[in-house]
């Protein structure tokens, strides 16, 4: 019998680490990237790329990630900054983790599209490790659509970069192997987003804490052509899902709210944000995660993917992101929106009151937040989420009766 | 009271005093003001177009308004920028410009325009990837587009002669500012740690033109003085910004002497020297592009422990202390790497985490004392 997209994945992920040891091993060069980054300029030279912030991720979801922040913090990093970064600059001093390792890199490759504190974190491992740092600026997009001279400044950097990776490898760029790797992540990144879109049946044949693990997944192996095939795969299973009618869960186990989970997950803690929500039978139906690694150009097109990595939503103004997301409500459906306020992430975080405001105005449907922290298991609370859960689920029901009432 | 009390005086007055000294410095020049928020902002298009660019580097105010945009992590220096925003503080404002430089930043260009609708926003997003060939014309650019954006709010037409002189006379303001540092480090009597940081502030609320010859005036008559001994240590000070105001005043009683500066609102604003060649818009790039050691411009290396090494070594000094602005994500980023190359040349290190809204100091009172005296 073949295997199930769910086998493969744990296969893959297994796979990804294991190789990046062996590569190492090997005598091949190793990238540190971001995780949102133009991978496809690594992967086309045949460097091996891992990712940091996944790595932190599975590590904390393990349930190890305490030693590694007491490691940084012993070194003089605030514990008011990105909790990535701290288990990372930990990683970087003990380099062994019991949950998984990665192997020390000859390079940093780093792609601001997600925050400026990749760029202060990517620095300080190039000076630390004395090794060349290759950074991707994407200007803040305070402006819907990115003026001309970013895109020109975007290119011009890939083209920097494509230099810098030159003459680290000592040979010169690939560019046929480019366009291969190119159309590869344009493949994964279709099939990705076409599987969470599926989330739009009713019920979601999708669980978004399942999301979550696939998209541990397509964060490191959008370049590879074993990613697109799971993704593919992945996708094939949801639609035979969403055809029979099938829901999230088991049998029985009924879909009763639909949200979206605004933030990153709380690996430290996904135990319990899992257990409380599927309690009161909410799942996560979708978040702005499928959008996040749908990074879609014509191959060949640098402008075009200068634009797709610039518009990644973080870096986008409130205006796009809110709208955004008051699409998501009513293409999915969505009952209510969970924001993460995430201790973490202040760029994240610092608009999350605007967007509450603005999507109940948009679409009606009821908010909450809860703090937490994707890395640090010290900042969550159990019954701070717990009661704001069911405040949402007070609210979602209201507003259920409301329509009911309309509806009659 | 001589001259250079009076200069002194009138000074620290302002920098104390800042929204009645903006309101004076309008009156007195017949211009209005734009507030420019920390970092970086171009100052001298501002200031070309006939207005009085302001700084904007918070306060002491109790959280309210603010408290519907921005969580209680927020960096106090912003999130006070945005209460007072909110509570029409800065209504006489023509325009506030934002430098995107860092995450909060960013989030604050976009509240701004919600929660202070009232006074128009420019943002500019200033190049990271300083060593790519291509953020010369980036910059450039974003230079020309926050100047039509200027135009636009005030009506006014912003010409490049205009700018030309701006930036010459910005040139010369630094420069004075680059001989004030080192003069003012031969009279740690006359200029303590904190008329030194109330000296550099007051540039903030006055026509640059007006303000460097004020600090002419200080220069000049210091060096007429006999140099004069600290009275206790002296020290590097590296950090956003030399407040809270408290702060100095225990460094004072201690004896303790600032000689030199790397802070955000300080000395960073002035230490890089302007490129001789090119046009106006390749002169004002230039001085973001050779910044060195700041830690809101990325470097390919950090630089900023070795120009630390090297501040201590040149001038003298006994230490560094570090002004961490609670929730400052940049400065933070960047401590752990300078400490350690700081504690491997041996140099003690005073680390102060600070915010403008602190109430309490014995603390920190208790941790400076024994400092001054372990040295
Ligand atoms: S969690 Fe936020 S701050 Fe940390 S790396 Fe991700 S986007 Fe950046
Ligand atoms: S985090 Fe630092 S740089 Fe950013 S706004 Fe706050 S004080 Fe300024």
Redesign the pocket.
Known sequence: MSKTSKELLNELVAKHYEDAAQAKKDGKLVAWA??ICPQELLEAMDITVVYP?NHAAAIAARKHSQEFLDQSEGCGYSIDI?S??RVNMGYKDIQYSEAANIPMPDMVFCCNN??T??AK?YENLATELNIPFILIDTPFNHIYDAPAHNIEYMRNQIEHAIHQIEEICGRPYDYERLTEVMKISNETAYWWRRACFTAQAMPSPLSGFDMFNYMALVVCIRGKKEGRDLFKLWCEELEAKAAEGKGPWKEGEEEKYRVIWDG?ACWANLSPTYKILKKYGINVVTSLYPDAWTILYETNDIEGMAKAYTYYH?NRNVDYVAATKSQRVKDFNVDGVIFHS?R?????DFTIYEQQRRITAETGVPTVVFDGD?TDPRIFSEAQYETRIQALVEMMEENKKKKAQEGK | MSIITKKITKLENIALNPAKAVAESCKETGKEAVGCFPIYTPEEIVYAGGFLPVGMWGGKKEFKESEAYLQGFCCSIIKTNVELGIRGAYNHLKAVIIPALC?TLKCIVENWKIAVPQVPSVAIVYPQNRWAAGSQEYLIAEYKRVRSELEKITGVLITETAIEQAYELYEEYRAVMREFTEVAAKYPQTIDAKKRHLIIKAGYYMDKAVYKEDVKCIIEELKKMPEEKAKGVKVVATGLIGEPIEVLDIFVENGITVVADDLAQESRQFRTVGRPEGTIWEKMAGRILDQRGCTFLAEQKKSRGDMLINMVKNTGAEAVVVMMMKFCDPEEFDYPVYKAQLEKEGIPILYLEVDQQMESFEQLRTRIQSFAEML
């Open positions: 971001t995780s912030e990105c990535y970064a997600i925050c504190t990749v974190w990153i973080a995430n973490s992430c202040k760029l994240m994707m | 995450d």
